[in-house]
């Protein structure tokens, strides 16, 4: 009985880690610089909750937080490309899957170590 338990436990961290490393294709993962390039072309979305948005966020950007992306997904134009980010990567990863899969985005990038990383221009509100 141990054994299966531990078989399972170990199955269980095995998920979580690949889960949390996977990358996907159709992701772009971008440096700080890379980012600073191109997030002006772009939808520069926010997708941390609105009390982070407004502690400190990049200039330019929008939030549309993760618990509103499937009530607010027509906001984002699938013509353009989008850039992505949040507090550490976690929640921008999911907001690319999601607009992948239901609002059918193609050129969708989000910002390496998220927004505790960003050294470059903020607002705050």
Request: charged share 30%.
């Amino acid at each position: 009985m141990d054994a299966i338990i531990w078989i399972i436990v170990a199955g269980l961290i095995a998920y979580i880690i690949v889960k949390r490393f996977y990358k996907p294709k159709y992701l772009k993962t971008l440096t700080q610089e890379e980012f600073i390039k191109g997030y002006r072309k772009a939808q520069l979305i926010d997708v941390r909750e609105p009390k982070e948005y407004e502690g400190g966020h990049i200039l330019g950007a929008r939030n549309i937080p993760m618990s509103q992306i499937r009530q607010r997904m027509n906001e984002v134009r699938t013509d353009q490309p989008v850039y992505l980010y949040c507090q550490s990567g976690a929640r921008s990863r999911q907001a690319a899957q999601f607009l992948k899969k239901k609002r059918k985005v193609e050129d969708i990038s989000h910002l390496q170590g998220g927004f505790r990383k960003w050294t470059g221009k903020i607002k705050k509100k």
